[in-house]
């Protein structure tokens, strides 16, 4: 059996065995989701370690453990396609480092946990299967099925406005992906030249395509559903003005869902953006570019500006989310190969970030009961692992050199200014300014809710992080820290698949 | 004598004995209402089986020199409408032990009557034999809306039900006098040679396709809908909303290829306009429904849309996925309507209201209208993304982009209202929540299938595969 397959099949299992427990026997529960979940890491481990040994001896196919596709649907020529290339195999590696996390940190949930649990699952399902498919049609499956539980895992499980937020977020992603379904249909049936077999499979359709374009064939269509297409994943990747949804998500829902959704499920969205749109609609992505670069460029100036006022802790870090996230777009229009790799770090990086972040805002608000900074001071006295651990995400997130945001960003910049078009280094110039703010919403609120009088006289009892919690704050840590400290390996390998892609436009 | 031709009817002669059977039975054993059921539910199942033993070697035939015409694709429709009416046989089972006793015999005679009138609709090659088809259908139909004898609500909605009907059929009675008038034939090939884009042919068409979209409930001609829905019993509207409406829209799909299909611009131009403003109101009035039926009768409207969506294509691809997509909806409304049902005869509860807080006390039951709801909104990896997709592929092989973003931007309307079941079932606390019940096991049964419909059929490629092969188009 094809390797890739275990990410959809282990959590699968783990549906039926947890679906077979008793609701009231939490700790099994939490037992299998935990064992499960290492054993996606290892597989995801694995992968990586093979997958860097086939590139090293010279395997140079542009996919890595494709399967013989597997007929679906003949009549529409639908395939269980699956196969990595360096991207997915970063990509996978990250959502399997979150899962698990996300499992240690919803230890705390005590409410419904066998459906919790089950919600949990099946949005994984839907992330693996969407980064290990080579066929759109299960691409777009996987995708929606990532969407739907967050409607229940934020409705029943998270807080404040909940049933509105988790309304809003489900309507305006599952329009993203209206778009989406129009992108999708319009490549396939636009893609093949007449008569030829029309294909979902990615690869075929990439060089039906580019034969096309050298046939002289008028290639009109691009210009229909590349936008469509852009903005259906771009509303998942929380692109202005389609990014609405992404505060009022993240602030209501359950931490670990938070974490997996800013974490992997934001990283669908950018993913698709370059590998459904761009590389399949190279013409049209050259020609409108401009209009999305003006989008994301906004997003990350503006979402870097709204942190800077909010007082709820998650609500900062969502929109932190949004001017990070834009930035992932953003670089991946830049279309050159410095560019794009530091997008796809930054992806990595900005998935592990926020993760910490939102897990360490969770344990923070179980605490404290409050998440309005205005609230809450002096925490580094009474819990100092985690108001460390919190600094320290800080810190990667305004990018200090020797944690993952530095490598990402600095990719990113130094690649963005390459372009020798006047109005892209206009939009790079304004682009690195969100540095500079992200350092004044980090300190400020490193500054306010951690350093300081205590401003509640409750908060001198609290406690310090539990095992489960410190087991998922350091791995993340450490990871953010490796990719910090060795970013060599991780950037070749996403950057030999970013040549397969650079080399179309 | 030959009997050939009475041997392709197989199907009709079939549904005829169960019938007679059932009238005679309920004069013998009718006093026990229990074994009456069993045996009509029994005989109505043999035919059933009996009907899907030729899956697959139908040929396309003609008998009584074109009037009636089968093949396997008319085979296919008329079993699964067969299995949709086991569904509702089953939902209705303990309505008909106990509320319905007296006229439990009529349910069961009656329904089949319509159901005899939908196969000649489907099977027919004249517009005569579909106009006898439509009516057989539609006149018993006007019965059954009333069978909750002592409710106003019944006989009103049995009253909007029997006018508009009357008057959609002398709307398309005149469509096909007209259609007469300038083809000189009734028979669906000499129409098809005889079609021209005249204005005397155009205004036929769009007085024919407005008394069946009367039926199909089709905006602007679904004026009824919602108040017949809501004062029939809800065996009678889950049959409505289903085998009814499937039915007519097949057969609306048959005709428009058969007799109409040299000038498709004539009739395509109205569709579109037709399935924009149907799935557009439609979604837009179920948003403000309370009265789980009549919510159930704007989202069947929307959902009418989206299969015309299918219909409008007129190619072989557009017939299977409209097939595949009433099949689908089939599985998944009457999922819906068995838990209505259910509860409505245990508690008498049908507002969204009632149902807050449903998950903790019936959990079964909410997970089997969540996942109805899922699939109706067309969420993978329930069947109901499958149909929805397949409906959108095939327009969208006809360059109807517009059409097509327009029909998607309003699932994401009509997932807004399914989410608020399920959020009232799951999400959503009572202080008086319905208590916890146990359904009959006949209602069990129902559910089980339907739930089991709805998780695999749209993984299992055979069947969408099997329904591309054998349809047809132009």
């Known amino acids: ?505 | 004598m030959d009997y050939s031709n009475f041997l392709i009817m197989n199907h009709e002669i079939s549904l005829v004995v169960v019938l007679i059977i059932t009238l005679l039975a309920d004069l013998i054993i009718g006093g026990n209402k229990k074994v009456f059921q069993y045996l009509a539910l029994g005989l109505f199942t043999i035919h059933t089986v009996l009907g899907f033993t030729q899956w697959g070697s139908v040929g396309d035939e003609t008998s009584f020199g074109g009037m009636y015409i089968t093949s396997d694709i008319h085979s296919f429709v008329k079993n699964f409408l067969n299995l949709g009416t086991i569904f509702v046989f089953l939902f209705g089972f303990e309505w008909n032990k106990t509320e319905n006793q007296k006229h439990c015999g009529e349910f069961y005679f009656l329904t089949l009557s319509t159901l005899l009138g939908m196969y000649l609709m489907i099977s027919s090659g004249n517009f005569l034999l579909f106009y006898i088809g439509l009516e057989t259908a539609s006149i018993p139909m006007a019965a059954l809306v009333a069978f909750n004898k002592k409710e106003r609500e019944s006989a009103e909605a049995a009253a909007k039900y029997v006018l508009t009907a009357a008057f959609s059929s002398g709307v398309m009675l005149f469509g096909i006098s007209l259609i007469y008038g300038t083809c000189g034939s009734l028979y669906f090939d000499e129409v098809l040679v005889n079609f021209f884009d005249s204005p005397l042919h155009i205004m036929a068409t769009i007085f024919f396709i407005a008394g069946l979209g009367f039926k199909i409930s089709l905006v602007p001609f679904h004026l009824w809908t919602a108040d017949t829905y809501q004062g029939a019993p809800t065996a009678v509207t889950a049959y409505l909303s289903v085998i009814s409406k499937g039915s007519a829209a097949f057969a609306l799909m048959c005709i428009l290829v058969k007799a109409f299909s040299n000038y498709p611009d004539v009739w395509q131009s109205f569709l579109w306009w037709i399935i924009v403003i149907t799935i557009t109101i439609g979604n837009l009035f179920a948003i403000r429904q309370e009265n789980l039926k009549r919510f159930l009768a704007f989202s069947s409207i929307s959902q009418a849309g989206y299969v015309i969506l299918g219909v409008y294509t007129g190619t072989a691809q557009g017939m299977a996925t409209v097939v595949f997509y009433l099949f689908i909806y089939m599985f998944t409304n009457l999922a819906a309507f068995g838990v209505i049902s259910s509860i409505e005869n245990k508690t008498g509860r049908l507002n969204m209201d009632d149902y807050n807080g449903l998950y903790s006390t019936n959990p079964k039951l909410a997970f089997v209208m969540m996942l109805a709801m899922f699939s109706l909104g067309g969420i993978p990896i329930f069947a109901g993304f499958f149909s929805k997709f397949f409906i959108f592929a095939a327009a969208m092989r006809e360059g109807e982009t517009l059409l097509v973003f327009i029909a998607l931007l309003n699932t994401v309307i009509s997932l807004f209202y399914y989410l608020k079941v399920v959020k009232a079932m799951f999400i959503k606390t009572s202080e008086n929540p319905i208590e916890n019940f146990k359904s009959d096991n006949m209602t069990r049964i129902g559910l089980f299938i339907c739930t089991l419909g709805i998780l695999v059929l749209g993984l299992i490629s055979p069947i969408y595969e099997y329904i591309n092969g054998i349809s047809f188009g132009f």
């Not at chain 1, 029943?156 to 489900?170: Q, R």
């Not at chain 1, 050259?286 to 006022?309: H, K, N, P, Q, R």
């Not at chain 1, 939102?358 to 923070?364: C, E, K, R, S, V």
Request: glycine share 10%; aromatic share 12%.
């Open chain 1, 1 to 505: 059996m094809n390797i890739l397959s275990l990410f959809v099949i282990i959590p699968l299992i783990m549906m039926a065995i947890i679906f077979c427990i008793k609701g009231e026997n939490k700790s099994l529960i939490r037992v299998v989701m935990s064992v499960g979940g290492l054993a996606l890491l290892a597989v995801s481990a694995y992968l990586t370690i093979n997958y860097l040994k086939l590139r090293s001896g010279g395997d140079d196919s542009e996919f890595l453990f494709t399967n013989t596709p597997l007929m679906w649907f003949e009549s529409l020529n639908i395939h269980y396609a699956v196969g990595v290339d360096g991207i997915s195999v970063a990509m996978l590696l990250l959502s399997s480092i979150i899962v698990i996390t996300g499992v240690f940190v919803s230890y705390a949930i005590e409410d419904k946990v066998k459906e919790y649990f089950l919600w949990f699952l099946m949005l994984s399902i839907g992330v693996f299967g969407f980064f290990i498919s080579l066929d759109l049609f299960t691409m777009f499956l996987f995708y929606e099925v990532a969407l739907i539980p967050m409607y229940l895992l934020i409705g029943l499980w998270g807080s404040g406005k909940k049933e509105y937020s988790a309304m809003k977020l489900t309507l305006m992603l599952m329009g993203g992906s209206a778009f989406l379904m129009v992108g999708i249909l319009g490549i396939y049936y636009n893609s093949t030249p007449d008569g030829a077999l029309r294909t979902f499979n990615i690869q075929e359709i990439s060089q039906n395509v580019a034969a096309l374009a050298n046939s002289g064939a008028d290639m009109s269509w691009q210009n229909i559903f590349f936008p469509l297409t852009f903005i259906g994943f771009g509303v998942l990747g929380a692109m202005f003005p389609f990014h609405t949804w992404s505060p009022d998500g993240h602030a209501s829902a359950p931490t670990a869902v938070s974490m997996l959704h800013a974490g992997v499920l934001m990283k669908l969205g950018g993913y698709g953006c370059f590998r459904v749109a761009m590389y399949l609609m190279p013409q049209a992505a050259s020609e409108l570019s401009w209009i999305f670069i003006i989008l994301t460029g906004i997003s990350v100036v503006y979402g870097a500006f709204s942190a800077c006022v909010q007082t709820d802790l998650k609500y900062i870090n969502a929109y932190s989310s949004v001017s990070h996230c834009g930035l992932v777009l953003f670089a991946l229009l830049m279309m050159n190969k410095a560019a794009m790799t530091g997008a796809i770090l930054q992806m990595v990086s900005h998935g592990l970030m926020t993760a910490l972040f939102f897990a360490l805002i969770g344990m923070i608000y179980g605490r404290t009961h409050t998440r309005d900074i205005r609230e809450m001071g002096g925490l580094m006295k009474v819990m100092p692992v985690l108001c460390v651990c919190y600094v320290i995400a800080g810190l990667a997130s305004l990018g200090l050199p020797g944690l993952s945001g530095f490598v990402a960003e600095m990719t990113i910049f130094v690649g963005a200014f390459q372009h020798p078009d006047l109005f892209h280094r206009i939009f790079v110039i304004l682009g690195c300014s969100s540095i500079v703010i992200t350092a004044v919403y980090i300190l400020r609120v490193v500054g306010k809710i951690l350093f300081g009088p205590m401003q509640d006289p409750h908060h001198e009892t609290l406690t310090d992080a539990v095992w489960y919690e410190k087991v998922a704050v350091f791995s993340l840590i450490f990871a953010i820290a490796a990719i910090g400290l060795c970013p060599l390996w991780l950037s070749d390998m996403i950057s030999e698949g970013i040549e397969n892609i650079v080399k179309i436009f």
